[in-house]
């Protein structure tokens, strides 16, 4: 049976010493230099990016959610241990997918619910939609739709850090189907050059759109893309959140010790379709059912009850606490104003009526 446990030191010390005769793991380790209380935030925030999908997919069905909705379910392992190493002064770039990479940065889930919803209270204030998640205030620089593009804008960010010495790090996201873009060979060549510190970090879900990894790519393992560059690359379990915390963090360190960028394949899965709209005919639902059999998020739940870090009921507790977080993002979303008009004009994205301008005689 669990026990209810008392402070994290307490935890930690005693599951230490139960521990400290096994062999070292990702695990283990994990234990040991974060304690339980930090292993348990890791398993609230992949639930909080489920659960606030689960709701987006719902508002989608019913119209309260227009455009593109590309959901991250099944690959949040990747999102929250990668992220999990990153410091305040350091950055995210990701792609349209980019759901999982806000929440796991700390982004506040009701602008992120009322930018979906279209809303002046969004994220970027209703005009980017599901794909344009930021918050600069985070130097979390933002999801965008143009497969590859934010690689180059990774690099520019990282050519800041090292030459102002900020001691940054930039964290870029992108699927296995970028890599086939010119902007991904360009952007991993200077970087290496200029021994930028970037972690690439592709998270190779199998399929671009609905064509596979083996008909869209000549090389299947993308980390030996890196080699062409001379670049460290490692192919990691992206449904491995501990795992990945470990193998990511290497890479950080390598980074932001000077020592270049690095090239990181996570094996995942996405459980949903491409976007909202995809019929799936690519895939059989038996494969899907495979992998959702090893779900990241189930497995790491089991991990921590089996473990006795935190008994089921406390688990449970969470994720009802997290329903009530995400239900109070859509009462927040739906109760917010949608922006203005002179919005357009105040931001630049369209030039003032022509009536309210002072033309300049000299020129006409
Ligand atoms: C330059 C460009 N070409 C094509 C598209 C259309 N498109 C959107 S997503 C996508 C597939 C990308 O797949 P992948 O990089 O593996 O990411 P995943 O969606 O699997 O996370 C394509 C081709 C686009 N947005 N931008
Ligand atoms: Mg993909």
Same mark, same amino acid.
């Given at each position: 049976?669990?026990?209810?446990?008392?402070?994290?030191?307490?935890?930690?010390?005693?599951?230490?010493?139960?521990?400290?005769?096994?062999?070292?793991?990702?695990?283990?380790?994990?234990?040991?230099?974060?304690?339980?209380?930090?292993?348990?935030?890791?398993?609230?925030?992949?639930?909080?990016?489920?659960?606030?999908?689960?709701?987006?997919?719902?508002?989608?069905?019913?119209?309260?959610?227009?455009?593109?909705?590309?959901?991250?379910?099944?690959?949040?392992?990747?999102?929250?241990?990668?992220?999990?190493?990153?410091?305040?002064?350091?950055?995210?770039?990701?792609?349209?997918?980019?759901?999982?990479?806000?929440?796991?940065?700390?982004?506040?889930?009701?602008?992120?619910?009322?930018?979906?919803?279209?809303?002046?209270?969004?994220?970027? @204030?209703?005009?980017? #939609?599901?794909?344009?998640?930021?918050?600069? *205030?985070?130097? +979390?620089? /933002?999801?965008? $739709?143009?497969?590859?593009?934010?690689?180059?804008?990774?690099?520019?960010?990282?050519?800041?850090?090292?030459?102002?010495?900020?001691?940054?790090?930039?964290?870029?996201?992108?699927?296995?189907?970028?890599?086939?873009?010119?902007?991904?060979?360009?952007?991993?060549?200077?970087?290496?050059?200029?021994?930028?510190?970037?972690?690439?970090?592709?998270?190779?879900?199998?399929?671009?759109?609905?064509?596979?990894?083996?008909?869209?790519?000549?090389?299947?393992?993308?980390?030996?893309?890196?080699?062409?560059?001379?670049?460290?690359?490692?192919?990691?379990?992206?449904?491995?959140?501990?795992?990945?915390?470990?193998?990511?963090?290497?890479?950080?360190?390598?980074? @932001?010790?000077?020592? #270049?960028?690095?090239?990181?394949?996570?094996? *995942?899965?996405? +459980?949903? /379709?491409?976007? $909202?709209?995809?019929?799936?005919?690519?895939?059989?639902?038996?494969?899907?059912?495979?992998?959702?059999?090893?779900?990241?998020?189930?497995?790491?739940?089991?991990?921590?009850?089996?473990?006795?870090?935190?008994?089921?009921?406390?688990?449970?507790?969470?994720?009802?606490?997290?329903?009530?977080?995400?239900?109070?993002?859509?009462?927040?979303?739906?109760?917010?104003?949608?922006?203005?008009?002179?919005?357009?004009?105040?931001?630049?994205?369209?030039?003032?009526?022509?009536?309210?301008?002072?033309?300049?005689?000299?020129?006409?």
């Amino acid at each position: 049976m669990q026990k209810q446990r008392g402070s994290t030191k307490a935890v930690t010390s005693a599951t230490q010493s139960v521990r400290s005769s096994m062999t070292s793991t990702p695990f283990t380790r994990a234990l040991e230099h974060l304690g339980a209380d930090q292993l348990v935030e890791y398993y609230r925030q992949m639930m909080l990016i489920r659960r606030f999908e689960e709701k987006c997919q719902e508002m989608y069905t019913r119209s309260k959610i227009g455009g593109f909705l590309h959901l991250y379910v099944g690959e949040e392992a990747t999102g929250v241990g990668a992220i999990s190493n990153l410091q305040p002064q350091d950055h995210v770039f990701t792609h349209y997918r980019d759901h999982g990479h806000a929440i796991a940065r700390g982004l506040d889930i009701n602008p992120l619910m009322a930018e979906l919803f279209g809303k002046d209270t969004g994220c970027s @204030r209703g005009m980017g #939609g599901s794909m344009h998640f930021a918050d600069v *205030t985070k130097n +979390f620089w /933002g999801g965008y $739709a143009i497969v590859g593009s934010h690689l180059l804008l990774a690099d520019g960010v990282a050519l800041q850090c090292k030459m102002q010495k900020t001691n940054g790090v930039v964290m870029v996201f992108f699927g296995d189907g970028a890599t086939n873009g010119g902007e991904f060979y360009e952007a991993l060549n200077f970087a290496q050059l200029w021994k930028l510190p970037v972690v690439f970090v592709c998270e190779n879900n199998l399929f671009a759109m609905g064509t596979p990894l083996e008909v869209h790519s000549s090389v299947t393992e993308i980390y030996r893309k890196a080699n062409a560059f001379d670049m460290k690359s490692m192919r990691i379990d992206g449904n491995d959140l501990l795992g990945v915390r470990e193998q990511v963090g290497e890479a950080v360190e390598h980074a @932001r010790s000077g020592k #270049g960028p690095v090239l990181v394949e996570a094996m *995942t899965y996405r +459980f949903r /379709g491409h976007s $909202a709209q995809d019929t799936q005919k690519y895939r059989t639902k038996e494969d899907v059912e495979k992998h959702r059999s090893a779900d990241p998020l189930e497995a790491y739940r089991k991990l921590l009850i089996d473990e006795e870090i935190c008994p089921a009921s406390r688990l449970d507790a969470i994720d009802v606490q997290i329903d009530a977080e995400v239900d109070a993002s859509v009462e927040f979303a739906d109760n917010s104003p949608v922006p203005g008009n002179e919005w357009l004009t105040d931001a630049g994205i369209y030039a003032a009526p022509l009536e309210t301008l002072t033309v300049d005689p000299t020129l006409v």
